[in-house]
């Protein structure tokens, strides 16, 4: 893949990931985000032997869009700290199914992973061994017989934005795993990381990167 860099300083790094690639390898050995980033980087600093990059945050490999990773130790520490205490502001994009019908909600749930299926249940109240998962999420426009929204993450859980549309009435589009019926492209679901909005590692800077997606 081309490697398509939206920012870089000397403790980090955000590129943009294409549907379908791994952020990090797997048992597949299909190529990964995390292996091209240090492709580059040992090509472009000429480095010798392994190249440090820190894995600060995923997407699902269906999902598209932002991922910032730490080219030292210093920035590794000091951005996972943010994340950590909910400092970086996440803004995602998705095609639901349906029309929604409320312009802006807050969703709160309560989420249990299944770790052999891969695949989250979601409910009303705090059970045992559950994690609270919150989400806004704004009306942008209607698609058809669908509707576009944006997506203020509030904690970050494993299939969160999916699992939590889903139970909602309105899975996102592709994501056969939760309900859906119509087809996004191949190997993706219709859901976008399109803001990252984090403090620099070693100033008081805030950085705000965004993408911007055709959805119709």
Do not use: C
């Not at 859980?157 to 899975?171: T, V």
């Amino acid at each position: 893949m081309t490697l398509k860099v939206l920012y870089e300083d000397n403790h980090l790094i955000a590129v943009y990931k294409p549907a379908g690639v791994l952020v990090q390898g797997d048992a597949t050995g299909d190529e990964s985000l995390m292996d091209v980033v240090k492709g580059y980087l040992k090509e472009k600093y000429a480095k010798k032997g392994n190249v440090f990059l820190g894995l600060l945050h995923r997407l699902d490999r269906g999902v598209e869009g932002i991922v910032l990773f730490a080219k030292t130790s210093k920035g590794a520490a000091r951005l996972s700290e943010q994340f950590r205490n909910h400092e970086v502001k996440k803004t995602y994009e998705a095609l639901v199914e349906g029309r929604v019908s409320k312009n802006k909600q807050t969703l709160i749930n309560y989420l249990v992973k299944d770790e052999k299926k891969n695949v989250v249940q979601v409910y009303d109240d705090n059970i045992p061994g559950s994690l609270r998962a919150e989400l806004d999420y704004e009306k942008i426009k209607d698609v058809g017989q669908n509707t576009l929204l944006r997506i203020n993450l509030k904690t970050g859980r494993p299939h969160q934005i999916r699992s939590q549309l889903a139970y909602l009435g309105h899975p996102i589009v592709g994501d056969k795993k939760y309900g859906a019926k119509e087809i996004w492209k191949s190997g993706a679901i219709a859901l976008a990381a399109v803001s990252l909005e984090f403090e620099a590692a070693t100033i008081k800077e805030r950085k705000i990167l965004s993408i911007n997606l055709k959805w119709d």
